[in-house]
């Protein structure tokens, strides 16, 4: 009996690999300029020759684009569909944000159960850097701040899931997200009571993903939501009462 010799994979194949890999995962954001061609190399400790051959392939698939003089890309245009003129109308209509909510119940609940699952050392020092930030951002009165540090923080949830989908899925609709933490944000802050809640419910969550506790972790992000959900629609039902009550008069 003969068996057929194992072929070695060609240097090109194992390159272009690699990076498919590190975009999908997320290591290589879209848009991201890539190293020089030089440095590259000598990072992946392979021949020029080789890797480019592997751009070459990567570029003629859309994932990767050159730019005369400026270098290679990640092509930004990979996420078009995902940012579309439907987030605009998304944005601008006011029962969406809760089908937003809902949303965010899905992807952030899950997201926090496998971050308390998966989550590795270097994910949870971004966590806790993310959510230091929301403090100090808090502290300084700067509300805009605040937002991004917000938005940065569950997506520092979402990236340590190490769900490709989910990942690419939140950084495809990110400005449709911090528009909600930001509505949210500039309505629910008006109230110090709720304000405080929210922390207590955000830090619940930290200290559930960090001792590495799934169903804590998801539960934490689901009652936070249900309590920003809850409290909005009943600011939605005073301010239509109290409309009823001026147009009384």
């Known amino acids: 009996m003969s068996y057929a010799k194992i072929k070695q994979p060609k240097l090109a194949d194992v390159i272009e690999s690699q990076i498919e890999s590190m975009i999908l995962e997320g290591t290589l954001e879209l848009g991201e300029k890539l190293l020089p061609e030089r440095e590259l190399a000598k990072q992946f400790d392979v021949s ?9 392939r990567l570029e003629s698939k859309g994932l990767l684009t050159r730019r005369q003089g400026g270098g290679t890309y990640v092509k930004e245009e990979l996420r078009n569909q995902l940012t579309d003129p ?23 609940g899950f997201s926090a159960y496998y971050a308390a699952l998966r989550g590795t050392s270097e994910d949870f020092k971004k966590i806790k850097t993310s959510f230091s930030a929301i403090d100090m951002a808090n502290a300084t009165g700067n509300i805009e701040l605040e937002i991004a540090s917000v938005a940065q923080f569950y997506l520092a949830v979402i990236e340590a899931s190490h769900n490709v989908v989910f990942l690419h899925l939140a950084r495809g609709i990110k400005p449709l997200l911090q528009k909600n933490i930001s509505d949210n944000v500039k309505q629910l802050y008006l109230y110090p009571e709720v304000a405080k809640k929210i922390h207590e419910h955000r830090l619940q969550l930290v200290d559930a993903i960090l001792s590495k506790q799934p169903m804590k972790a998801k539960e934490a992000s689901d009652q936070h ?3 920003i959900e809850e409290t ?3 600011m939605l039902r005073e301010e239509s009462a109290f409309k009823r009550e001026l147009g009384g008069f």
């Open 86 to 108: 439907l987030f605009e109308l998304l944005n601008s209509h006011p029962e969406s944000k809760y089908d937003l909510l809902e949303f965010r119940h899905a992807i952030e």
């Open 225 to 227: 939501l249900n309590y």
């Open 48 to 56: 020029r020759p080789s890797l480019r051959e592997a751009i070459q």
């Open 232 to 234: 909005r629609l009943v």
